[in-house]
């Protein structure tokens, strides 16, 4: 069965920075594409960012320029580099494998103003 496990959540003041792993088994990320998406309380799920096969990244505008997607394909595992992190980001994490039912189970990141 295909298991995701993210981890690098926490708690940072604003205009600090995090890094997100998540850790794929039993599917290779090199061959599939890999987003990340948050929810926060009370609204939608929402893609943040993605990266595919062929290494094309895409950004969600509210964190083009301050969030990078990237990849191990050594440890099979995709990253979110999170800078110049607002309160707005706080939400928790999720990655997932394309377009398929397999997703993470969340890591919570928390930015205090």
């Known amino acids: 069965q295909v298991q995701l496990v993210e981890s690098g959540g926490g708690l940072v003041q604003a205009g600090g920075s995090l890094r997100l792993s998540c850790a794929a088994s039993?599917?290779?990320?090199?061959?599939?594409?890999m987003y990340w998406y948050r929810q926060a309380p009370g609204k939608q799920r929402e893609l943040v960012a993605g990266?595919?096969?062929?290494?094309?990244?895409n950004y969600a505008d509210s964190v083009k320029g301050r969030f990078t997607v990237s990849r191990d394909n050594a440890k099979n595992t995709v990253y979110l580099q999170m800078n110049s992190l607002k309160p707005a980001d706080t939400a928790i994490y999720y990655c997932?494998?394309?377009?398929?039912?397999?997703w993470g189970q969340g890591t919570q990141v928390t930015v205090s103003s």
């Open positions: 997932r494998v394309g377009a398929t039912n397999y």
């Open positions: 039993r599917i290779i990320i090199s061959t599939n594409a």
């Open positions: 990266i595919t096969g062929g290494s094309n990244t």
